[in-house]
Structures are given as C-alpha cells and as structure tokens.
C-alpha cells in the first residue's frame, strides 16, 4: 500500500473511530441538548477555517492550512507546507507552491497550470485533477469506493455531525 494512501486511510480512521464509538454511546444520543464538540491541533503559523472557504494568499506566513467543511485555495505567490480539506476540495492557483503533500477527504484537488507540489497529492472520496503544466513531484492518488452508485468516503463523512453548533477549540503548540 502506498504511503499516501495509507496515511489517507490512517486519518479518515482518526476521525471514523471517535463518530463510531460517541454513535454507540445511547446516553449522549438520548441528551440532544449536549453540543458536539472536536478539538483541532495545529502548529504556531498554520490556518484553520471550519464552514468557510480558507484563501491563503501570496503575502501570507503559513505553515498548514486546513479547512474543515471548506474549500482551500492556495493563491499565487503563496507558499504553504501542507493544504488538506476535510469536507471540501483544494485548488492550487498558477504561480502557487505547496512544499509538501496536498489532501481532500471528502473533496476534489484540482492543480492549475504553473502550480507546483513538492509533495504528493491524494482525494480519498474525490478526484485528483492536475491541469497541463501543474507540476507535481509527488504520487497523484485517488480513493472513491460507490456502492449502488452512491461514494462510500463521502456519505460517511456527511454522517459527521460537525454542523453549525459543534463547539471547536483549537490547540496551538509550538512544534
């Protein structure tokens, strides 16, 4: 297995395993006045957005960027390390360089002519689109499972319960 799939696969189980076990839970199912909570950990210099679309632009200091229920786009002129949208897809504009590996799950990635990705590129319940002259030094990899016509990772992941009243905190550490 390949390392992006399975580092794919790795992070959808991290986040499969914690909705498998609160969905077995009846007392938290019961009490529907409980709000849902999750906690993201990030890095000093990275960007998180949850329900919105993440523009990091060229002037931008960014680590990471990650979106959860939205869409990244990474602006010309802008260098990131790592983008991944949960829920959401990626566009990588021209003249925009990510230094690491590019991730949708849930999503689509779509690399524009004059991009470039030192990394590799995964869509786990999406497509992988990479324009003529987008340069990517990485695995391009895709992961769609349909059943009666239906995308397996997407479905899944649109059971999240991660809507409007879910509670975010988000965990700065230093390295």
């Known amino acids: 297995m390949s390392k992006p ?8 189980s991290l986040v499969a ?11 938290k199912k019961a009490d529907k006045a409980e709000k ?10 990275d960007l998180v957005a949850k329900g919105k679309t ?9 680590r990471d960027a990650l ?3 939205g869409d990244v786009v990474v602006r010309a002129s802008a ?14 504009e021209a003249g925009a360089r990510v230094s690491g590996d590019v ?3 849930g999503g689509d990635v779509h690399i524009k002519k004059g991009a470039t990705v030192a990394g590799k590129v995964s869509a786990i ?10 340069t990517i030094a990485g695995e391009k990899t895709e992961l769609n499972i349909n059943v009666n016509g239906e995308e397996l990772v997407t479905k899944f992941l649109g059971g999240l319960d991660m809507g409007k009243d879910t509670q975010c905190e988000v965990r700065v550490t230093e390295e």
């Open 54 to 62: 993440l523009i990091v632009e060229g002037q931008d200091a960014v």
């Open 5 to 12: 799939l399975l580092s794919a696969l790795v992070a959808f």
């Open 36 to 45: 849902s909570q999750c906690t993201i950990s990030v890095k000093k210099g």
């Open 103 to 105: 991730s949708a799950l």
């Open 79 to 92: 260098t990131v390390n790592k983008v991944t949208a949960v829920r959401g897809k990626v566009t990588v």
């Open 67 to 69: 979106a959860l229920d």
């Open 17 to 27: 395993l914690p909705v498998a076990a609160r969905a077995g839970d009846d007392a």
């Open 125 to 134: 319940g999406g497509r992988v689109r990479a324009d003529e002259g987008a």
